[in-house]
């Protein structure tokens, strides 16, 4: 009998598909690629059983240390982004917003501002520069693809003048040993991944549980609907572009203590920016806009790290490691589009 | 007569009631090149369902987003419940107790049945400005169920319903709300018969009520003598025809109609002609075989049926 309810054929094309409601074990794993970080899992699962068998010592506590700063300022810089692509829109600047925070916070203590006040006041210059990119998508309509990208070149070439190309020892951290705003702000083993996760928590409860999420999801999904509907678009694409701007100038000021340097180094910051767009993608938030996981995107972060890490105790040589990413991410990517159909059937979205 | 009016056309005067809870004067909209309203004069009774008929382009939907707040009139002047109204936003004319069914219906499938029922208008804890799901779940069922819409679940996706069902969403979302003018944007299109009976049925207890007055955008003649008390017909962007529902027919719209068609089609083809003959004229300076020409397109003419109606919705 559950056979033929499966196969209603009155149900119209754009009407509500029938209910497939498979029993047992079936049922729990279909709930559980019904979620939209579902196929994330699966992969990064995946990818850590292959390197746990193919290494000696990955599932140690010592490779987990060793993983977490390839990783936990990516997912930082992805779970901002995912609000701008929830909405639809990209912001190609993240990776140079990245790059120029941290010379603000120098150019701010070398000008007499203590430590963490400079952290603060260069974040907000951060969302003032992401202030700019939400403005000329949202008021001038240039496309957020062009106006980030303007953004991007011009923080680059910000970031080289005022550095005058030459690497900085970050401030905080000339000490020695490691002090107290050096262990809060990036250097501690667990400061970026605790930066990450309480960030990650606050912001998917925004995604999920309050107006500001609603509007995201709704701006990204039916722009003129949720015009129609009172939503003011302008306000909400421009605070998702400065929430987007400073997680990305926080995760710039994080390494830059972490690693106590910062080097004006446009082509590596480029490369962050690739890495965190692939981490909200394979993560499960959708590029066309209205659907988005700020979860995905740290397991999209974990699973490129995973990856890395992977790669490297493997002693696969670096050229390698963008071969091996780019068919990684073809396979996620293949998964998530598989699972998708699937969830399509399950009664949930 | 105003002055925006062309020859031979019969404007709407402006008509007052002492009951109006809504009235427009000379309000009108252009949209860059195109004029999408040039002078339309229109109240709402309390209590009163007010058909507008008219053709596609004709203005319908720029006045309704004009009522609504969405968009903005460039000149006239509009009064709510004796205020001056003139909303910035959909949120103002909502605040002045406005709310509309739009055409496209403003909703957003990638959200639950639940939220989008709730779409700017959540319920929010405090002092956490965190959703209230539960209340909203909870309203949204007590509220389909008072239409008497079936819907599978409302923790599904719009994108997951039949068109009907969505229809019934958009209007339940407004009618649950606290607006007392409704504002109704053809929402019957995608409605099969029994669920555009149950719309009508449901805008028909509205009226009974008499606390809520309605502006209703339909095609079919039926429903408007079914639950309308007034009818007014707008044509290139004025409204030209207002009657109560009682005395007027069926046969009367259908000859207004028809005989905007016949002007439309005779406009049409003055139009052409004249082009043509203007382009014969060029041709016969330039020594060309221009009447041959002008014959031949004048024929080609003939045969578009195009009635010229304005865009701009």
């Known amino acids: 009998m559950a056979a033929t309810s499966e196969t209603t054929p009155s149900a119209p094309e754009s009407g509500s598909p029938p ?4 029993a047992g074990p079936l049922a729990l794993l279909t709930r559980f690629l019904a979620l939209r970080e579902g196929s994330i899992i699966v992969v990064t699962v995946a990818a850590i059983v292959y390197f746990a068998i193919t290494t000696n010592d990955y599932l140690t506590f010592g490779n987990f240390k060793n993983l977490l700063p390839y990783f936990c300022f990516l997912g930082i810089m992805a779970i901002g982004e995912v609000f701008v692509m929830t909405l639809g829109e990209i912001d190609l600047s993240i990776g140079a917003m ?76 000339e000490i020695v040993g490691v002090p107290t705003f050096a262990q809060i702000f990036g250097a501690g083993t667990y400061s970026e991944l605790i930066w990450m996760l309480g960030l990650g928590v606050i912001l998917q409860v925004l995604l999920s549980l309050t107006r500001w999420g609603v509007y995201t999801v709704s701006a990204g999904g039916n722009r003129l609907g949720a015009a129609e509907a009172g939503v003011n678009i302008r306000l909400v694409m421009l605070r998702n572009f400065v929430l987007c701007a400073m997680c990305a100038g926080l995760a710039g000021i994080l390494e830059g203590v972490r690693t106590s340097s910062i080097t004006p180094d446009p082509s590596g910051s480029a490369q962050f920016l690739l890495y965190a767009i692939a981490a909200v993608i394979i993560g499960g938030t959708v590029m066309t806009g209205g659907e988005g996981t700020v979860i995905g995107a740290i397991l999209g972060a974990l699973f490129i790290g995973v990856l890395q890490d992977g790669l490297v105790l493997k002693s696969v040589n670096a050229n390698y490691e963008y071969l091996y990413l780019g068919i990684a991410v073809i396979i996620a990517m293949t998964i998530y589009v598989l699972v998708r159909r699937v969830r399509r059937g399950t009664g949930r979205a | 007569m105003p002055d925006t009016a062309y020859a031979g056309e019969q404007i709407v005067a402006l008509d007052t009631a002492d009951d109006d809870v809504l009235r ?34 004709a203005g319908k939907s720029t006045l309704i987003k004009i009522l609504s707040g969405f968009h903005q009139h460039d000149s006239g002047s509009m009064w709510c419940k004796g205020e001056p109204y003139a909303p910035r936003s959909v949120q103002q004319a909502r605040k002045a107790g406005i709310d509309t069914v739009f055409q496209d219906l403003a909703l957003v499938n990638q959200l639950t049945v639940f939220q989008n029922m709730f779409l700017h208008r959540e319920l929010t804890a405090k002092p956490l400005p965190l959703l209230r799901n539960r209340a909203m779940r909870k309203r949204t069922r007590a509220a389909l ?75 079919n003649y039926i429903q408007v003598f079914q639950v309308c008390d007034r009818v007014n017909l707008i044509q290139d962007g004025v409204i030209t025809f207002d009657k109560p529902t009682s005395e007027t027919s069926v046969s009367e719209l259908n000859e207004i109609v028809v005989e905007q068609y016949r002007r439309a089609r005779l406009e049409a083809q003055r139009t052409m002609t004249a082009e043509v003959s203007v382009d014969a004229a060029r041709a016969a ?27 701009g919705e």
């Open chain 2, 24 to 57: 427009v004067e000379h309000v009108a909209k252009r949209f860059g090149p195109t004029t999408a309203l040039r002078d339309i004069n229109l109240h709402l009774r309390k209590g009163e369902v007010l058909a507008l008929l008219g053709d596609n382009g």
């Open chain 2, 145 to 219: 169920d008072d239409i008497g819409i079936q819907i599978q679940s409302i923790d599904l996706p719009v994108a997951r319903l039949s068109g009907g069902q969505r229809q019934a969403i958009a209007v339940a979302r407004v009618i649950s709300g606290e607006a007392d003018i409704i504002l109704l944007d053809e929402p019957l299109a995608a409605m099969g018969a029994k669920e555009g009976a149950q719309i009508i049925d449901l805008v028909q207890r509205l009226r009974d009520s008499g606390e809520v007055s309605i502006i209703l955008i339909v095609h």
């Open chain 2, 285 to 311: 300076v330039a020594g060309d075989e221009g009447g041959a020409s002008a014959a031949r397109v004048n024929r080609s003419g003939s045969a578009d049926d195009s009635p010229g109606a304005a865009p």
């Open chain 1, 98 to 173: 990245y790059l120029v925070t941290p010379f603000a916070f120098w150019k701010l203590t070398e000008a007499g501002i203590p430590l963490v006040p400079s952290v603060i006041l260069a974040i907000l210059i951060a969302g003032g520069f992401g202030a700019i990119n939400g403005f000329f998508t949202a008021w001038v309509g240039i496309p957020s693809f062009v106006a980030t990208l303007a953004m991007l070149f011009f923080l680059d070439g910000l970031a080289l003048i005022v550095s005058h190309s030459e690497q900085i020892t970050t401030p905080g951290t």
């Open chain 1, 19 to 22: 209910k497939r409601r498979p």
